[in-house]
């Protein structure tokens, strides 16, 4: 094919694979020291600070991931418990968000505010304890339950518990799922929900995660909407659409734009990567670390 025909994605997807490729079929099961040497450091801007969810990475320990982060300029680790603090920091990375209460079984329905805040609060205090920065809260499915009546129950939730994370200095981040394609039923599926809650909150320790997978499958015009809502989102997901695999050409999201756009906002928090890769680890979290160091 004439080098002057390839699109922009197509050149950046060769440079990520090159510098992947001479490791990525060693590196899956083993942790050699001197593979893990040859990895290239491939966000360096500092524009965005870059995460990576744990639970994407199955073939790989916690402490095989921190390394591969480490190595590629990834600054964090996203949705583990405390007992994966310890691992974490040993690698000098944090972890930018901490997993709390049930995802179905959330904050719109109120027999479970109980339980939930429960989780919340022995969340943030071993958060705040490790001097991390956000726990993950859900508005659980609708069963029934009117999106007005949802948010008056998750916000009657909250500011149950919201004075005791700005006291630990730990913001709660609502996160924004489909539901019409992974989470069907989940209330939470469209940012105004969300920003109303925001607001009637009103503190800067409750905001959202928006996960960018989901809000292309619900509603789209994702650039406009975190210009729009900047102030209301406290941490960023990234993710392939459709499936939900690597952010390369495959799939229609452009992922240095979103970024881009992202940093214009003067967002300081993290961006975690929660995709799932279909081919190589290696070769995908490297693209999509270099394309997002913008």
């Known amino acids: 094919m004439d080098s002057n025909n390839l699109s922009r994605r197509s050149l950046m997807q060769k440079t990520s694979l090159i ?12 942790t050699d020291a001197m593979e893990l040497e040859k990895i290239e450091c491939v966000a360096t801007k500092g524009r965005i600070n870059q995460a990576v969810s744990r639970w994407c990475y199955g ?59 429960a989780k919340l609060r022995e969340a943030i205090d071993a958060t705040s304890d490790a001097g991390f920065p956000n726990v993950i809260s859900f508005s659980g499915n609708r069963r ?6 949802g948010i008056d129950n998750a916000v009657e939730a909250l500011k149950k518990i919201v004075g005791h994370a700005e006291k630990k200095k730990v913001t709660i981040v609502l996160e924004y799922l489909n539901s019409k394609v992974n989470h069907p039923d989940y209330m939470f599926d469209n940012m105004r929900w969300g920003v109303e809650v925001c607001k009637r909150i009103g503190s800067d320790r409750v905001k959202i995660l928006y996960d960018i997978y989901h809000a292309q499958i619900m509603e789209g015009d994702v650039i406009r909407t975190l210009q729009t809502n900047k102030d209301y989102i406290g941490h960023y997901h990234t993710g392939g659409n459709p499936g939900r695999n690597e952010i390369d050409d495959t799939q229609e999201l452009y992922y240095p734009a979103i970024m881009k756009a992202i940093a214009k906002t003067g967002y300081a928090g993290y961006v975690a990567h929660e995709f799932v890769p279909k081919g190589d680890p290696l070769k995908g979290l490297t693209y999509a670390a270099r394309i997002c160091d913008v």
């Open 19 to 30: 510098a992947a490729g001479a490791v990525a079929s060693h590196l899956v099961g083993r």
């Open 59 to 117: 073939k790989w320990s916690l402490d095989q991931l921190c390394e591969v982060s480490k190595r590629l300029g990834i600054k964090a680790i996203d949705l583990l418990g405390p007992g994966d603090f310890a691992t974490v920091k040993k690698h000098g990375l944090v972890c930018s968000v901490v997993n709390s209460h049930s995802l179905p079984n959330g904050l719109a329905d109120k027999k479970f505010h109980t339980e939930c805040l």
């Open 144 to 149: 029934g339950i009117p999106d007005d009546v």
